[in-house]
């Protein structure tokens, strides 16, 4: 397996750019996956400096509805060119975050154009070996659903759900990657580990938003 960070808040290399967003390009014998496409066409400009041909993206996934992990796809040169979709079924439609001044800012995907959706709910099965899985419940008294999040009608608290692991079951243990850990990155861990219980953790690739941590 190969993990290449096409999107981050930071870079260190020249050529490259970076933004508030997440996007990695994975390569494996089982196929290349895409797991998120940050807010914009930087993924593509960091590709094409990296050498990557996304086009020959077997899989794509979305981690969940936030704008800095998939509005990355209405940049895509050719829509007709990009595989399947893998996207929470939660993860679509309008959703806000309350910011310092009291107003609401849309953070929802913001998709202008129609692609072929996977719509997925807490266990999806891409191929053997390759798993989705959202609806992460709460286990562990020290993580708390990332707050400030509300659903379309500005009123709901947005619970998240549709956060989703990509989960790869090698032989040498589990390979984990997420988009925020939004759920906690701990109950996420705590889920695969439900999940596969015969298995170590191997790999974890992952925002975490442990600036909220104590």
Known sequence: MKVNILTDNRVSKRGLLAEHGLSIFIETVKGDFLFDTGQSAVYLHNAQKMGLDL????????????YDHGG????????????LVYVHEKALGKRYKIMP?????EVGLGWSSEFKLVQTQDYYQIMPGVILCGNIPQ???FETVTPGF??????????????????????????????????????CLNQAKKLFPSKNINTLVAGMHLNIAS
């Open 139 to 141: 286990t562990v008294e």
């Open 101 to 105: 001044d009291g107003n609401f800012q």
């Open 72 to 83: 990355g796809l209405n940049y895509f040169p050719n829509p007709d060119q990009l595989p």
């Open 150 to 187: 509300y659903q379309a009608d500005k009123q709901t608290p947005d619970l998240l759900e549709d956060e989703q692991m990509l989960i790869f079951n090698v032989a040498g243990g589990l390979c984990i990657f997420l988009g925020c850990s939004h759920p906690g990155v701990a109950n």
């Open 55 to 66: 086009t020959k993206t077997d899989h794509l996934i979305i981690s969940h509805g936030h």
